[in-house]
């Protein structure tokens, strides 16, 4: 195991070289994009009494898993339901090993109306879930993940290039999901990670007006491309933010750290945020209290809500 993993090490580290020496450096330059496409996914109504509650909820139930819910619809992010001692695998041999518990376990899960999966690695979509999460449940993703599900068997994937998006509807609830950039790592380690989407969420009849707009940034770094977020979706109202200052080999940052993090919600912009993805594996090399520090320094301490594992956030659409 000890020889495998050094290899695979070896390997990495031999790639990040070539990769960084090539032309993957221009990932990172802004260019204009076409709007995208659009795919529909309609649900069956469920129950109107629960599509009428005028608030929402975000549950974080740990590493990047949340609950949303919105008038009838869950939606679940980033599933991973591993526990406290359970190992993940990062590819190239690589392992990590959770610190924490979920909020809640697998088999105590609500009906789930939609994944949102940023990308496809064990610490968002473990083998657990693999295994035992329901085949017909709708999965959106990027191109990349969705082969992948297609070889486990799921049969609802919805494959999103950036700014594609997927139209949702369930009874009356009206739900927009686009895929906006987001990028693991620096250029050059990036080619060697899966790829990564964001998301942003508009709840409501009229996705361009929302009664709620949520972004969710996935396992991303700042670089320029995400200035075209808050460029096509101004006004967001919360913001769940990827932190942990992630690292490869202890070196190579694959995921914002607390300094990243503020960073971001400067250049979004969102009314609230809530950070995510931290502490709970021992890659995670930057801990909550560096994002705290910094979003003190900031001035925006007003704008974070910090929420422990099983805490929910409520929030209050806009009304027509």
């Known amino acids: 195991m000890r020889v495998h993993r050094l290899l695979g090490c070896a390997a990495l580290l031999a790639a990040f070289g070539m990769a960084f020496a090539g032309p993957a450096q221009a990932q990172g330059q802004v260019q204009n994009q076409a709007p995208g496409d659009t795919f529909t996914l309609k649900l069956p109504a469920g129950e109107s009494a629960a599509a009428s509650a005028q608030t929402g909820t975000v549950q974080f139930i740990g590493t990047a898993t949340v609950l949303i819910r919105y008038r009838g619809l869950?939606?679940?992010?980033?599933?991973?339901?591993?526990?406290?001692?359970?190992?993940?695998?990062?590819g190239y041999g690589l392992t990590?090993?959770?610190?924490?518990?979920?909020?809640?376990?697998?088999?105590?899960?609500?009906?789930?109306?939609?994944?949102?999966l940023s990308h496809m690695h064990d610490d968002h979509f473990d083998k657990l879930v693999q295994e035992r999460l329901n085949r017909n449940t709708p999965i959106v993703s990027t191109r990349e993940a969705t082969e992948k599900l297609k070889r486990l068997g799921f049969q609802q994937r919805f494959a999103l290039s950036e700014w594609d998006r997927l139209e949702v509807t369930k009874g009356d609830t009206r739900l927009r999901v686009t895929s906006v950039p987001g990028r693991h790592g620096a250029a050059g380690v990036a080619v060697?990670?899966?790829?990564?989407?964001?998301?942003?969420?508009?709840?409501?009849?009229?996705?361009?007006?929302?009664?709620?707009?949520?972004?969710?940034?996935?396992?991303?770094?700042?670089?320029?491309?995400?200035?075209?977020?808050?460029?096509?979706?101004?006004g967001i109202d919360l913001a769940l933010?990827?932190?942990?200052?992630?690292?490869?080999?202890g070196v190579f940052k694959v995921t914002m750290d607390g300094k990243d993090g503020v960073q971001m919600m400067q250049i979004v912009k969102p009314k609230k945020t809530i950070p995510i993805h931290y502490n709970d594996y021992d890659v995670f090399k930057s801990p909550l209290a560096d994002f705290a520090r910094e979003v003190k320094a900031a001035g925006l301490e007003e704008s974070v809500v910090?929420?422990?594992?099983g805490d929910t956030y409520t929030f209050t659409p806009r009304q027509r």
């Open 241 to 249: 933010l990827h932190l942990g200052g992630t690292r490869i080999l």
């Open 96 to 116: 990590s090993q959770r610190q924490t518990n979920p909020a809640i376990d697998f088999d105590k899960l609500p009906p789930i109306d939609l994944v949102i």
């Open 192 to 234: 060697l990670l899966p790829k990564v989407m964001g998301s942003v969420l508009d709840f409501g009849p009229t996705p361009d007006t929302p009664d709620y707009r949520m972004y969710i940034s996935g396992d991303t770094l700042v670089y320029d491309d995400i200035h075209n977020i808050p460029q096509r979706f101004p």
């Open 306 to 309: 910090y929420l422990a594992h």
């Open 74 to 90: 869950t939606i679940m992010t980033d599933p991973n339901f591993l526990h406290k001692g359970d190992h993940v695998h990062l």
